[in-house]
């Protein structure tokens, strides 16, 4: 038996200008079955939380069939949390272990969604760590 193996991805997401936009990016088809161990964004520009309209981008599972929901990594761009530009922001991956499994053929999504009328986000390089699951 082999030790598990790591990879990372990055994968450049657009920007989502305010007004109440939100994007949708498919990031990554799974090729064999992994945890999720870190995600991370790095914006092009800083973003700055607010309480009323903001921000929240999540890792979600929409599995093989494209219809899944099952959340990996969340945060809300709320008053306090913010970016800088350039500089990794960890992703608050779910507390729910298994939520963190992922089965070769799901996809992946980035979902960047506005509440009310929303912050820009300016978009940036996500990474997704993760390590290999053996039988």
């Not at 990055?10 to 990554?28: F, I």
């Not at 939380?49 to 979600?60: D, F, K, M, P």
């Not at 969604?113 to 390590?131: K, M, Q």
């Amino acid at each position: 038996m082999t030790a598990p193996t790591a990879s990372a991805r990055q994968v450049a997401v657009q920007p989502v200008a305010t007004a109440g936009n939100s994007l949708n990016t498919n990031v990554y088809i799974c090729p064999q079955d992994v945890t999720v161990s870190a995600v991370t964004y790095a914006t092009v520009t800083a973003i700055t939380g607010a309480n009323t309209n903001t921000r929240g981008v999540v890792l979600v599972n929409k599995g093989a069939a494209g219809s899944g929901t099952t959340v990996i990594a969340t945060l809300q761009f709320d008053s306090g949390v913010n970016t800088t530009a350039n500089v990794p922001k960890v992703i608050t991956l779910s507390s729910t272990a298994a939520n963190l499994n992922v089965t070769a053929g799901d996809v992946l999504q980035w979902q960047s969604t506005a509440v009310g009328t929303g912050i820009a986000d300016p978009g940036g390089l996500i990474a997704i760590s993760a390590a290999a699951k053996y039988a």
